[in-house]
């Protein structure tokens, strides 16, 4: 008799993993039709699904990937379409380092700078149209907005829904002042619900983030299909990564905390499924500025999504470089689990947003992060905060532009800027995940106060528009701060793209060198290249035993960034030798080092 243990497993089909999301997001629908309507609306009519799905692996990114995140209307000159400038600018100054581009939301929109979107299927007039998408898609790796967990209170659908029309009638997610609200959580301090005159009388709406940003009723499923079939026509216009925007808040359910609900992590599960059998190879990226834990549980079981933000390191970054002490980041990266096969972090320091302060919560003490946003405050900066359970209210998010943040430290400006800036976008490169780099932090960007004067933003301090007559001049200056900063940027990432020990899947180890240090190891998948990379986060020099390195002996050792061979930066070592017990390296202020036996270097 043959024991049923040894049978291998058997992987659920396609149909059977769509039955088990449904159970959990609509158990009280019609299931056949509405995986009729569910497969019509990813693959329509003339398109069909992959036989078997896309397994997890490590083929949908590697070391050579780099994305630029930017707004459509960056870059400007007053006669050009703004995406065919963008356009412009990445092949000119980019293309020879950064393979991928994220293009904030270009649909019409009414605020928040494209997040309260009035037409899903439309490119903002202003700043040109799906062809000029399409072109960008053809030469980067694509990335677009899902702005899936509200609209604007201007579009179609809502203006809709308060005449009563179907199906936008049951569009919006409404709910009494009377109801249980204490527990919902909120990035904003506005209040949660608006009223509005509709042909079915008085109702009050849910707005998660702005009183012109109406939440999506997602119980609905006429709403899954419509963004089911947005996603789709992302997909051919040439879109290979998507973002999927505030999707935590996404499911309501009156006397909970209106966040990371089982049916939103279903809900991510099925598209994920969907592209898993898609035709094209698709990354599907959660954006999710929540505690930590909480954003790791966006992976899954690899079966979410297929990156995450790294939300917790730009204000870790901040800390270190502003308190001199890598302390934290260095208990966190202890911490943090490799990413699971077929998923990864995207890392970054600075975005559109600013700087989140969630992702620390539990790991900076309030003390530090007072003395961090004091700091900021004094090179210019600003703080949002948000409502909390009771009333009270928290920083939500720091914003300046992050060379603008690496003025000083918490003792105030000082002349190395320069160097502290680079040394944070170091770090980025070099971690586990794939990086991705604001164009503002790129192009070293200074704080936008007027922008925050003209729309009573915070974080237009971080959107500043380049005129870009003026932006050449600056980038062909090489004395100018937009110069120095790119030049040496694309110089780090181009090398950083010729190491495999920089795969985002690449083994990574912390290494305990001192609160003056954040180091960490590398090693290829193929464990034929190690690297490490050793970060000083202070502005004095530090000197470290070579034998604490544990370089394999035989070896060139090289550090990829100076070109310096070991026995050069350990002063006493002979070339391809291992270090003497007396041998030192020396780290000058901010000075970073990838140590490596392989790859080539500047």
């Known amino acids: 008799m043959t024991d049923a243990r040894a049978q291998p497993a058997i992987s659920p089909t396609f149909d059977q993993k769509l039955d088990a999301l449904l159970d959990v997001i609509y158990p009280d629908h019609d299931r056949a039709g509405l ?38 209307s960056t870059i400007e000159d007053g006669q050009h379409k703004p995406l065919d400038l963008l356009r412009h600018f990445l092949e000119t100054w980019l293309k020879d380092a950064i393979n ?31 062809t000029d998408i399409a072109r960008i898609g053809a030469d980067f790796k694509l990335m677009s907005d ?17 005449q009563g029309h179907p199906p936008y009638d049951r569009f919006f997610v409404e709910a009494s002042p009377d109801d249980d609200l204490d527990s919902v959580t909120r990035p904003r301090t506005s209040p949660l619900l608006r009223r509005v005159d509709t042909a079915m009388g008085e109702r009050h709406v849910w707005c ?104 917790s390191l730009p204000p870790l970054i901040l800390n270190a470089l502003l308190c001199g002490t890598s302390k934290h980041l260095n208990q966190w990266q202890m911490a943090m689990p490799p990413a699971q096969l077929g998923c990864a972090y995207l890392n970054f320091s600075a975005s559109h947003d600013g700087i989140g302060m969630r992702g620390v919560e539990g790991i900076i003490p309030d003390d530090e992060a007072d003395a961090m946003i004091d700091a900021v405050r004094s090179f210019g900066g600003l703080v949002s905060m948000r409502s909390t359970p009771g009333g009270g209210q928290r920083p939500y998010e720091i914003n300046i532009t992050f060379f603008d943040a690496m003025k000083g430290t918490v003792a105030g400006a000082d002349g190395w800027q320069f160097e502290r800036f680079l040394c944070s976008q170091t770090i980025v ?102 690297v490490f990379a050793i970060h000083n986060v ?61 790859g080539g270097g500047i």
């Open 146 to 162: 899902l702005v899936l967990n509200h609209v604007s209170s201007q579009s179609v659908w809502f203006n809709e829904y308060r």
């Open 429 to 530: 490169m070099a971690l586990e995940g794939i990086p991705a780099f604001y164009i503002h932090s790129l192009l070293a960007t200074p704080n936008d106060h007027t922008g925050v004067e003209k729309t009573g933003v915070n974080r237009a301090i971080n959107r500043h528009r380049w005129h870009y007559p003026d932006l050449v001049e600056r980038l062909h200056d090489p004395e100018s701060d937009q110069s120095r900063v790119l030049t040496e940027m694309k110089r780090r990432i181009k090398i950083r793209r010729a190491q495999k020990a920089f795969h985002p899947n690449a083994t990574q180890f912390t290494m305990q060198l001192g609160e003056a240090l954040f180091g960490f190891w590398r090693q290829s998948l193929d464990r034929d290249q190690s």
């Open 35 to 72: 995986k009729h309507d569910i497969l019509a609306a990813f693959w329509p009519e003339g398109s069909h699904r992959r036989r078997r799905a896309r397994m997890p692996g490590t083929a949908l990114w590697s070391e050579r990937d780099t994305v630029v995140i930017t707004y459509g």
């Open 538 to 598: 202070t502005d004095t020099e530090v000197r470290i035993p070579a034998v604490s390195l544990n370089l394999i002996g035989g070896d060139a050792w090289i550090d990829l960034l100076t070109g310096e061979r070991l026995d050069e930066m350990a002063g006493d070592t002979a070339p391809d030798t291992p270090p003497s017990g007396g041998a030192e390296i020396t780290f000058a202020p901010y000075q970073c080092r990838w140590i490596s036996n392989r």
């Open 208 to 311: 998660t983030f702005s009183h012109d940003q109406v939440d999506l009723e997602f119980r609905n499923p006429e709403v899954l299909l419509e963004f089911l079939r947005v996603m789709r026509l992302h997909i051919d216009q040439g879109v290979r990564i998507l973002r999927l925007d505030a999707v935590a808040f996404l499911w309501k359910e009156i006397g909970t905390s209106c966040i990371h609900l089982p049916q939103t992590h279903a809900v991510v599960r099925l598209m994920r499924l969907l592209l898993d059998y898609a035709q094209e190879p698709v990354v599907l990226l959660t954006e999710t500025n929540v505690p930590n834990a909480e954003n790791l549980s966006y992976f899954g079981n690899r079966n979410e999504a297929h990156a995450i933000y790294n939300f």
């Open 100 to 130: 991928g581009v994220h293009i904030l939301p270009f649909f019409p929109f009414t605020s928040d700078d494209g997040f309260a979107v009035t037409d899903y299927r439309a490119v903002n007039s202003n700043l040109g149209d799906w």
